[in-house]
């Protein structure tokens, strides 16, 4: 298995561009999630999806959308890139446990992502 | 939902036995205890997780308080791979927010060869 896999590993963007940060897991997973790291900082949740056709916000939404059309990929979009967008973008995946989420998340390479 | 809160900071020697210390005095009855670990450039790896008793595997060991007010990693052996910023989170296993990991900024643990 691949695992996580998320493309491309860098990219810079002009204020105002915008972009599809790929991801895509090859197990199967029911939950993906993108999340954002700025430097010094934990992780935090961008967006995730429960399965697919089905996505929600998390913590910090604004200027992202996502979908989730197939159980493997789940797409993030960057509408209108700023400069507060600089950041490394991570995305996970987990299966589902016995009562929800399983307790393992998978987390990709991540994106590292500049806009000037 | 209930924080956690960690040293910004701490040093081991190689092959010492590292305990890490997570506060989290607003834990609730349904929250799991969550360690993940960030190694330099890459994302963050599952450690280990815990609900009321101690548990181990592999990677490390998670001792629960009593209370579960607070929690603490232990590494048995630190080699120089263990470098890397640690995460305790909590996890809520029921409702619509159980999904969600919140991160904080972790602990950055340092060893020394």
């Known amino acids: 298995n691949a695992g996580v896999t998320q493309t491309p590993k860098f990219q810079v963007l002009k204020t105002g561009q915008s972009m599809t940060l790929q991801c895509a897991q090859d197990m199967n997973h029911e939950y993906m999630s993108w999340y954002r790291q700025d430097p010094g900082m934990g992780l935090r949740l961008i967006h995730y999806?429960?399965?697919?056709?089905?996505?929600d916000q998390g913590e910090v939404p604004n200027g992202y959308n996502v979908s989730r059309s197939t159980t493997e990929d789940f797409p993030l979009r960057l509408l209108s890139a700023a400069p507060s967008q600089t950041s490394v973008y991570f995305c996970a995946s987990s299966y589902r446990g016995q009562t929800g989420p399983a307790y393992e998340q998978y987390f990709g390479p991540g994106t590292r992502l500049t806009v000037t | 939902d209930a924080k956690t809160t960690q040293p910004n900071s701490m040093e081991s020697n190689e092959e010492e036995p590292v305990h890490l210390p997570c506060n989290h005095s607003t834990i609730s009855g349904t929250d799991y205890i969550h360690w993940y670990r960030q190694l330099p450039s890459q994302g963050p790896e599952y450690v280990i997780h815990?609900?009321?008793s101690n548990v181990n595997n592999r990677m490390a060991s998670l001792a629960i308080a009593e209370d579960r007010k607070s929690s603490t990693l232990i590494l048995h052996r630190a080699t120089l791979r263990d470098a890397a910023v640690y995460y305790c989170i909590l996890r809520r296993s029921s409702g619509g927010s159980n999904y969600k990991l919140t991160f904080g900024k972790g602990t950055l643990l340092t060893v020394n060869p």
């Open positions: 815990g609900l009321t």
């Open positions: 999806s429960v399965g697919a056709g089905i996505t």
